[in-house]
């Protein structure tokens, strides 16, 4: 279980952009982590892998816990090797490898040889696609299949959380729906918590069961997916949809005036 | 975040201002004051060494145009600075030109040379192009070593710089000469930056592909920065010329072409003050290494073989580059800046 516990983030030393976000990620568990740009979603997201390093970033309060332990002070590697992986943001395959090999290098550090070798399969399994492009080099592949091979290299690491940040980004609308469901399946299947950063946010709550919604660093509103799909606020601020489910009209509402301010 | 809490601009004119605050009136008329008086507190010795700070300040400033804004890897600086070098020589010495017409000459033909060697850049990028401008070290360094115009192995004399009657002699004149030369290098180069041509460097630094689509063109663009880089290298060398009096290409060694590479990243790449934190650290710790701690050490450990101070500074040398790296990888221009934004927002950072 992850326990993130009023974490703040500075880069810098001098900009903060997550003022004390809390959120708890329970095993097996898919959460969805929604807001607009900049709302600090993807800076939780590297705080919890360890990466905000690369960009001078620092957790100054608050705690992350994965399953008791303290980790916020650890390096990106020893939580990769805990079992928390992160499938960066706007698909970062080793575009000098092949297919297969990009899968395996998922597999880094596993010492369970022959394991790896069925979880191929297993990956395999769920994006056929990659299978057929197994032997073509990564970085000919069309936007989508690097997708689904991003995907599935955090999956050949066997995590028991998968942090995805937009594994929607650019693709076409079917490949989303397509995206999602071996997400979800392979959620239930292997039993692995999933942390899903999303922009969709109708795709997002359809497969996820808690959500957690965030603006200008902290966390605004959470609650289970079905309460988050009913909230009047989430429906028309992120869903563009208005009290009757139809498409909303900015003739009749000031919308501005029905602005909740969060605080 | 750059500018002091409550300065704002009300028109263009303070929009594009350097200087915009009271506090920086009287830190930059107080740095020049100390600047320009520096002769009066302030021995030969010390002279001299500033006087080298200053020339090869204006030369990493011409690099950090190329590899700093522009992003064209260059390890053949110093072989474009003794072309200036040499073209002063020749041009005072056996044409008999004047100082102001050599030093001029000395630019524009180190700049044309580095357009030369320049040209690999339109079609190879990175390791691949400092691997092109290795070469422009040594096929410099060979020419100057085989031609008789040059003086060959044996060098050349220069005289000493000279405006109208005014003879730059003195340790203390030259000074003033250099700096004031330097003073407007770093004024040029903080301008360009904020210029369309700068801006141009910048893209074609940061996304190659992206500045081409957008109508910047690339060739023109990348032999301006290896024109603008070299011609700052060759007014270095030729003040070089000038202050030495006596050229030999010893002088512009390889390793020198790394040094300079080297205070640029320490300094901060792609930053205006940069430069200058960089070949101030390094001019320094290389003074106070060779000057200082070789006596001190060659005094203290008397049982050591003899020399063994000069073989062990450049490992020290190396040592304290290496440290600086790991602990200040975005060079000192970084730390300045967060230095200014935490002073400024102190006590509350954020």
């Known amino acids: 279980m992850l326990k993130l516990n009023n974490i703040e983030v500075t880069y810098l030393n001098v900009i903060r952009v997550l003022h004390g976000v809390s959120m708890t990620v329970e095993d097996g568990a898919i959460i969805a982590l929604l807001g607009a740009n900049g709302a600090g979603k993807s800076t939780t997201l590297k705080a919890i892998s360890g990466l905000l390093h690369i960009e001078e970033g620092e957790v100054t309060d608050g705690s992350i816990e994965w399953n008791g332990e303290r980790i916020d002070k650890k390096y990106a590697e020893e939580i990769g090797k805990m079992g928390i992986i992160q499938a960066l943001e706007g698909r970062h395959v080793f575009e000098h490898l092949n297919t297969e090999e990009n899968l395996i290098v998922g597999a880094h550090n596993r010492r369970d040889r022959h394991a790896v070798r069925q979880d191929l399969e297993m990956v395999y399994d769920y994006f056929p696609r990659l299978k057929e492009m197994r032997r073509n080099t990564a970085g000919y592949l069309s936007g989508g299949e690097q997708q689904m091979l991003v995907i599935g290299r955090a999956m050949m690491a066997t995590p028991k959380l998968m942090m995805l940040d937009e594994p929607s980004l650019g693709l076409a609308p079917l490949l989303v729906e397509e995206i999602y469901d071996i997400i979800r399946r392979f959620n239930t299947e292997q039993k692995t918590s999933v942390l899903l950063v999303e922009q969709n946010v109708r795709i997002a709550l359809s497969i996820s069961h808690y959500g957690y919604v965030m603006e200008n660093g902290r966390v605004v509103l959470d609650g289970t997916a079905d309460f988050l799909k009913n909230n009047e606020d989430v429906k028309e601020f992120y869903m563009g949809l208005s009290a009757l489910g139809t498409k909303k009209s900015y003739r009749e509402v000031k919308h501005y005036k029905r602005r909740k301010r969060w605080l | ?350």
Request: charge should be positive; hydrophobic fraction near 55%.
């Open chain 2, 1 to 350: 975040m750059s500018l002091p809490c409550g300065t704002r601009n009300y028109n263009y004119a303070e929009d594009m201002g350097i200087v915009r605050t009271k506090t920086h009136w009287v830190l930059l008329i107080a740095f020049l004051v100390i600047l320009f008086t520096a002769p009066l507190y302030f021995g030969n010795y010390w002279l001299g060494v500033f006087n080298l700070i200053g020339i090869t300040l204006i030369a990493a400033i011409g690099l950090n145009i190329l590899v700093g804004y522009c992003g064209q890897l260059s390890i053949g600086h110093a072989g474009f600075i003794a072309v200036g070098a040499y073209t002063a020589a020749i041009l005072t010495n056996r044409l008999e030109m004047p100082f102001l017409v050599g030093l001029i000459g000395a630019g524009v033909v180190s700049g044309l040379i580095g357009i030369i060697f320049g040209l690999p850049s339109v079609r190879v990028k990175g390791f691949y192009l400092a691997i092109t401008t290795i070469a422009a070290q040594f096929i410099i360094i060979w020419v100057i070593n085989h031609w008789s115009l040059t003086g060959g192995f044996v060098g050349i004399k220069v005289p000493y710089a000279s405006i109208g009657g005014l003879v730059f002699r003195s340790e203390s004149s030259q000074f003033y000469l250099i700096i004031i030369i330097a003073a407007l290098c770093v004024f040029f180069a903080k301008n360009l930056a904020r210029t369309k041509v700068g801006r141009a460097f910048i893209a074609i630094r940061d996304n190659d592909l992206a500045a081409e689509v957008m109508g910047v063109n690339l060739l023109y663009y990348k032999l301006l920065a290896f024109f603008i880089g070299c011609f700052f290298a060759g007014i270095a060398g030729a003040l070089l010329a000038h202050w030495i009096g006596f050229l030999n290409a010893e002088q512009f060694s390889f390793t020198e072409s790394i040094l300079y590479v080297g205070m640029i990243i320490i300094g901060g790449l792609g930053t205006s003050i940069g430069p200058i934190f960089g070949v101030i650290f390094i001019r320094i710790l290389q003074q106070l290494l060779t000057m200082e701690l070789v006596p001190f050490l060659e005094s203290t450990f008397t049982n050591f073989p003899a020399g063994f101070a000069t073989g062990v500074t450049p490992m020290l040398f190396g040592l304290v580059i290496v440290l600086f790296l790991i602990l200040e990888p975005r060079g000192l221009a970084h730390r300045w800046a967060l230095f200014k934004s935490a002073y400024r927002l102190w006590p509350f950072s954020y």
